[in-house]
């Protein structure tokens, strides 16, 4: 086995802070051969980057060895892995914005002329050597401030190379690149390779896995499900085991026929041929058009980072990224419209981001219940608060939505992850006239408490609401929508009809950027 | 503040302050107890004493909301000596000048000039930080540090008054203001005047505003919860613009209050850090509209109650100087409740 | 008549022209610049660090506090600075304490330790020197005026000469900061440090030793600020008697946007404003406006800041 330069067993990983507490690590053995590619692949949420991060030295496994060339060691520091040729290039660099590229390279490891000063010539140098020999083009001398994503990401690189690392790390390094900057990172990959160093690299994206790898370890909830070689393997065989086989038929909790009988039904929203300016994670929207009608799920599928936010976030007013096309509801064009106009016309969303922007973390439950409520009849008049009617509707939200908690003044950090969230549920549902935009909306929340969310949500597309679900969990989106369309790189690429599909692996398929149709793609 | 422990806080807050201020005060070689028996005295016993512990208290009330209007909005209006000032040199300069008005219109008069004043004052740093992120502590101090100038000058060169120019040392203030402007003393001789029923009713309009209101509850969860906030619709821009002109007027009626119902003219050098201590009363109160009257009142008690703890015993002014700035610096160090909360926890065997 | 108006006014002018183009004004502007220049060298490093720092009044009142008591008891004014800077760099340890392990607000803090000094100072009178309000004895030496061997006898430049150490130790701090920050490991760290701390972790470096080097630094130059007002001269200290300087370092700091040579220009530049405003006294001009220099200057320095990308505080 002197092929593995590294192994790591049976580590385990759980995060008891929150409430349902994660385990994100579950008995994950991974091993590394000298001079391999591997990637490592799996959904939001896998394990992925707490598994790396523990190879690096920023988190300690609670179970569980790593090994270096057979040697058992303990990481407890980032300057560990660093001496021990471990290197990581993360997701959001870490670079200093007005160093130099030279400076950034070197950074706490810079060379010194008379003891105390930092040779900036002999950076430059290393830089030029460093850069000549892995063919990564950078120049030295540049700002990182003012460097495109992908010189960064090269620095980035140069710089775990020039700390000596031999197995270099890589946190989903695509994301930020375009489709000519990610193959010329690849030619990079093998001319590491050829010289000896070994290539983990976290990714969803299967074609790349596919293009590059040699090996691959797919990690589903916090488990390994199978390693490989690529050779042996299709896109369509990995995303089977990304996403688990086949559609539970009886996990379907809607049904499509039932809830769109009624031709005559109003369109609630319709989106149309919307492009958005990139955003700061580099997604643009490109050309998105949907339309959502009285009674549907509309489910938006993709992994994270495709998109789906930004998408909401126009519907929502809450960023002004519209570059191009139209968002209409019931036929009003809300294109411009911000955040309180929004709000106005009852479109509720259900944000993602739970605890930034979902609830107020120094409030009480109350005051968490009675946003936007506050300003409309019957709890509030053109200046005052009916606190009467607003304590009333904060028990009876209580109450209805089942949350626990001990009174409505109970501070809201004291309830679980689920009943946080159904603060948050409560309190949009009541305010919402026709349409609901539900993100995550059961992203960490324990099993009985997602039911409750479900029937929530259903209840109110029998009423003929409109519901937009933007979900990284494919049960959720199976299970609940009438229609879904999967995203992936700012493009709806394919939609799909829950009831017929037969296959998750179609779904897939989409997700990891496969168009209906060009499957049965072997290495 | 964590999990509704902030009164907690501030409790403990109190006995750390107080244990460190009574170390100082043995040191000093008095004994404690002694001590603080002559500052509650000073502050209780007797007419005189209890109505100076309530003429301190008003000043401290209303630049105590003023500070707690603009912190409650996540913003930082250090500009409220200047404030202070400007207010209290319009409402001498249109006491002295307005003839043949009756009280009861040139008392509001003055009062909302100054009111007026104040706020288009501090225009620039709401704009500024509210329309584009300008760091408003900044601007809005220097902006004060120009008004007290700018005061300084405009008294001196433009409405001094003549009775001083003669003298040797000379003292930069004004004339009397109008017998009509001035703000009626409540048990005369002492110096408790009908400001105190302003700062009541400010407290009170403070009260209603934050609990009863619409805008009071936005108000509060801009600055709890920014995005929460924008999320849910309220118009960030314009709340935190408001919020600080509110704050700027509020800061000048502090100081026509003090010239109109103390002074009766405008005195250069009037405002003992009345801006420093309002931010005090503020933080003290949790920036709660019961918390910071009950406050301003706790502080009203120690400025007068120290004065005489001063005279009577061997400790000084600064104890509770002392006293009071450690109990700033307690409050806000979040990170060591933590730590004692999780102190606590791990023996508890979590 | 118009002849004479002219004449008066042109020699109006040449009057005020000639103040402020005096030596007298320059080597005066140097000594009223030097605690502005300490402090602002002090401020600009933390906030490099990511520490926008507003208690350097109150860590400068500690070092004059503390440059009396070293000269008064130990009769000897390099005593007094040497204990002016331990006190202060204590101070502001403990300040460092609070604001990177206590999770602290800057700036609330900041008003905070500013309190304290003065109130900690001003209690300190009666035990130490059995005063009130101020202490002042003749015994006390001052720091000694140094004299450049061959400045001192060229006109202009010798402007330069004449001062005590800790305005020549101002000067130096200048450059060795400058280098520090800009071409040692250690500068680049604190740099990094105020603009992507996860670098500094990712690095497996820990934050907060680096925020307490920081704040020891910003100890050391208010101390010596401290020093130089209280027994730089006239060996005294009086409540209060750092009255606002270290706000117009502040002021500096943030006009310069902590770029070090640029702090140190608008610290001569207060200073020098500052010395103008007193001799123009002296003509029976108004100084209120000269005072205000430094303000306005600075709220001009920061307006831009909201209308570029990246604004002067990233924080907030």
């Known amino acids: 086995m002197s092929d593995t330069i590294l192994e790591l067993r049976n580590i385990t990983k759980v995060f008891p802070d929150l409430e349902t507490p994660v385990i994100a690590n579950d008995r994950v053995s991974f091993k590394l051969r000298r001079g391999e590619i591997h990637a490592i692949v799996g959904e939001n949420g896998a394990g992925k980057t707490t598994l790396m991060n523990i190879l690096y030295g920023l988190l300690t496994p609670d179970e569980g060895e790593i090994y270096l060339n057979g040697e058992r060691v303990q990481l407890k520091n980032p300057r560990d892995a660093i001496a021990r040729g471990i290197g990581m290039v993360h997701q959001h660099f870490m670079l200093i914005p007005s160093f130099t590229v030279a400076e950034n390279l070197v950074f706490t490891f810079e060379p010194t002329k008379n003891r105390y000063f930092v040779d900036k010539e002999r950076a430059v140098e290393i830089t030029r050597q460093i850069s000549e020999r892995y063919g990564l083009h950078v120049d030295p001398h540049q700002k990182i401030a003012e460097c495109p994503l992908s010189m960064r990401q090269r620095v980035e690189i140069l710089k775990i190379l020039f700390q000596g690392a031999n197995i270099l790390i890589f946190d989903e390094p695509t994301a930020v690149l375009t489709p000519q900057e990610a193959d010329e990172l690849f030619s990079a990959f093998r001319e590491l390779k050829r010289d000896g160093k070994s290539i983990i690299f976290i990714t969803h994206k299967l074609r790349e896995v596919m293009a590059v790898a040699d090996r691959v370890t797919v990690i589903r909830k916090g488990q390994v499900v199978d390693v490989a070689a690529v050779k042996d393997c299709t896109i369509e065989s990995l995303s089977e085991k990304m996403v688990g086989r086949k559609v539970d038929i009886h996990g379907r909790k809607v049904d499509s026929a039932e809830l769109t009988a009624d031709p005559k039904r109003e369109t609630i929203l319709e989106v149309r041929n919307l492009v958005t300016e990139h955003s700061r994670t580099g997604v643009a929207l490109q050309d998105i058009s949907f339309i959502v009608k009285a009674g549907d799920i509309v489910g938006v599928a993709g992994v994270g980072g495709n998109g789906q936010d930004e998408l909401v976030e126009c519907i929502t007013g809450l960023d002004k990224i519209i570059k191009n096309g139209k968002i209409f509801y019931r036929g009003l064009d809300i294109t411009s419209y911000n955040a309180h106009q929004i709000r106005e016309l009852g479109i509720a969303y259900i944000t993602g981001e739970r605890y930034v922007r979902g609830i107020s973390a120094n409030s009480s439950v109350y005051d968490n219940l009675i946003m936007g409520a506050h300003r409309r009849s019957p709890w509030a008049g053109r200046l005052f608060m009916s606190l009467k009617r607003l304590r009333e509707l904060a028990d009876h939200l209580i109450e209805k939505y089942n949350i626990k908690a001990s009174s409505r003044n109970t501070h809201i950090m004291n309830l679980s992850g689920g009943n946080i969230q159904k603060c948050i549920l409560a309190r949009e549902l009541n305010l919402a006239k026709d349409l609901i935009v539900a993100e995550e909306p059961t992203r960490g929340v324990d099993v009985g408490s997602i039911e409750f969310i479900h029937n929530q949500l259903i209840e109110k597309s029998k009423e003929g609401y409109g519901i937009i679900l933007v979900s990284t969990d494919l049960d959720e989106i199976l299970s609940l929508s009438t229609k879904i369309i999967v995203m992936y790189r700012g493009r709806i690429i394919g939609t799909v009809d829950p009831e017929t599909v037969a296959d998750r692996k179609e779904i897939g398929l989409l997700m990891a950027g496969i168009p209906a149709g060009e499957g049965s793609e072997t290495a | 503040m964590k999990r509704g422990s902030a009164l907690l806080r501030l409790g403990l807050s109190l006995i750390i302050a107080l244990l460190i201020s009574s170390l100082f005060i043995f040191v000093a070689g008095e004994k404690p107890s002694f001590a603080y028996y002559h500052l509650i005295r000073g502050a209780f016993y007797g007419r005189m004493n209890m109505l100076t512990t309530l003429r301190w208290t008003v000043p401290f009330i209303i630049t105590g909301i003023a500070a707690t209007i603009s912190f409650r909005a996540g913003l930082f209006n250090m500009g409220l000596e200047g404030c202070i000032y400007l207010g209290g040199l319009t409402a001498a300069v249109l006491g002295m000048y307005i003839t043949n008005l009756p009280a009861i219109l040139h008392i509001p008069l003055c009062l909302a000039a100054a009111m007026l004043v104040g706020a288009l004052w501090v225009y620039l740093p709401a704009r500024l930080k509210a329309y584009r992120g300008v760091n408003e502590v900044i601007v809005s101090w220097m902006l004060s540090y120009i008004a007290v100038l700018l005061c300084q000058f405009l008294v001196s060169a433009i409405f001094q008054d003549p009775a001083d120019v003669s003298q040797a040392a000379q003292q930069v203030r004004t004339p009397y203001i109008q017998k009509s402007a001035v703000l009626a003393q409540l048990v005369p001789p002492f110096q408790l005047n009908a400001s105190l029923y302003i700062a009541l009713v400010l407290a009170g309009l403070f009260f209603v505003f934050s609990v009863y209101t619409k805008y009071g509850y936005e108000h509060k969860m801009l600055g709890l919860a920014k995005e929460f906030a924008r999320y849910g619709g309220v118009n960030i821009e314009k709340m935190q613009f408001w919020s600080f002109l509110a704050s700027g007027a509020v800061g000048a009626l502090a100081g026509a209050t003090e010239v109109m119902g103390v002074h009766h003219r405008y005195i250069h050098g009037f405002s003992t850090d009345m801006g420093a201590n309002g931010i005090l009363v503020a933080l003290m109160g949790r920036l709660n509209p019961v918390g910071v009257p009950l406050a301003g009142f706790f502080m009203g008690v120690i400025q007068n109650g120290s004065r005489a703890m001063a005279r009577m015993s061997n400790v000084s002014l600064d104890t509770v100087r002392i006293f009071t700035s450690i109990i700033v610096i307690c409050l806000t160090a979040e990170g060591l409740f933590e730590l004692l909360r999780l102190r606590r926890l791990h023996k508890e065997g979590k | ?316």
């Open chain 3, 1 to 316: 008549m118009n002849c004479c108006v002219c004449a008066v006014c042109i020699r109006r002018v040449s009057n005020v022209l000639e103040v402020i183009f005096s030596e007298h004004t320059l080597m005066t502007g140097i000594s009223l610049a030097t605690p502005i220049l300490l402090c602002a060298l002090g401020g600009a490093v933390c906030s490099k660090a990511g520490n926008f720092n507003i208690a350097l009044e109150g860590f400068m009142l500690t070092g004059a506090f503390f440059g009396v008591v070293g000269a008064y008891f130990w009769k000897n004014a390099l005593v007094g600075v040497f204990l002016a800077v331990g006190a202060t760099v204590l101070l502001a340890l403990l300040y460092g304490l609070f604001v990177s392990v206590f999770k602290a607000h800057e700036i609330i803090l900041g008003f905070g330790f500013n309190m304290l000094a003065i109130a900690l100072t001003g209690w300190l009178l009666g035990p130490i020197f059995g005063g009130k309000g101020s202490f002042y004895d003749p015994t006390t030496p001052s720091l000694a005026k140094i004299h450049l061997p061959l400045i001192k006898d060229i006109p202009l430049l010798r402007v330069l000469s004449g001062h005590n150490i800790i305005v020549y130790l101002s000067w130096v701090a200048i450059v060795f900061l400058f280098v520090l920050l800009y071409r040692t490991p250690l500068g680049y760290k604190i740099r990094a440090l105020g603009e992507n701390p996860m670098a500094i972790t990712a690095s497996g470096l820990n934050v907060q030793k680096y925020m307490f080097l920081v704040e020891i630094i910003a100890g050391i130059t208010c101390g010596l600020a401290g020093a130089f007002l209280s027994i730089g001269n006239l060996s005294m200290f009086t409540e209060k008697m750092t009255d606002g300087r270290g706000f117009i370092a502040v002021a500096a700091v943030g006009f310069s946007n902590a770029y070090l040579p640029l702090t140190a220009f608008a610290s001569f530049l207060f200073g020098i404003a500052n010395s103008i405003a007193i001799q123009l006294q002296g003509l029976g001009l108004p100084t209120e406006f000269v005072d205000m220099i430094p303000y306005i200057l600075t709220i001009l320095a920061i307006v831009p800041s909201g209308f570029r990308r990246k604004g002067i505080f990233k924080h907030l």
